[in-house]
């Protein structure tokens, strides 16, 4: 269920679609980054994890982020560098929510 919430929102093996959410999340990602879209950001991870179906495998799930994966530790990290809580609109709450069915994944 999580890949294909990746892929409807906009996130394929062919790139990101343009005029979905994938095309909006990178449009604010590469504008809040002076025009560029980091490695390692929201945008990266969920086009890699698009275009190889490999949402649920690296932890992401629709029920939520699966422990000893590398989504947490993503999370981990990311909650470290932020004084211990996770950021909203973070990397790790922006693949989650996307591989959830939010921020318009599903339809």
């Known amino acids: 269920m999580s890949d294909g919430n990746v892929h409807r929102a906009g996130y ?9 959410t994938a095309s909006k ?11 560029s879209v980091p490695s390692g950001g929201a945008t990266s991870k969920l ?20 422990g000893g ?3 947490s530790s993503r999370m981990s990290d990311e909650a ?4 211990g809580g996770v950021p909203k ?8 929510s996307v591989s959830m069915g939010g921020k ?3 339809h």
């Open 47 to 66: 086009q890699e994890m698009g275009a190889r179906s490999s949402t649920h495998s690296s932890g992401y799930t629709s029920s939520g982020i699966t």
């Open 80 to 83: 470290h560098s932020h004084g």
């Open 25 to 35: 999340i990178m449009s604010n990602e590469a504008r809040s980054h002076g025009g």
């Open 12 to 20: 394929t093996s062919s790139g990101i679609t343009k005029g979905s």
């Open 104 to 106: 318009r994944g599903t």
């Open 89 to 96: 609109g973070g990397t790790t709450s922006t693949v989650q």
């Open 69 to 71: 994966s590398k989504a």
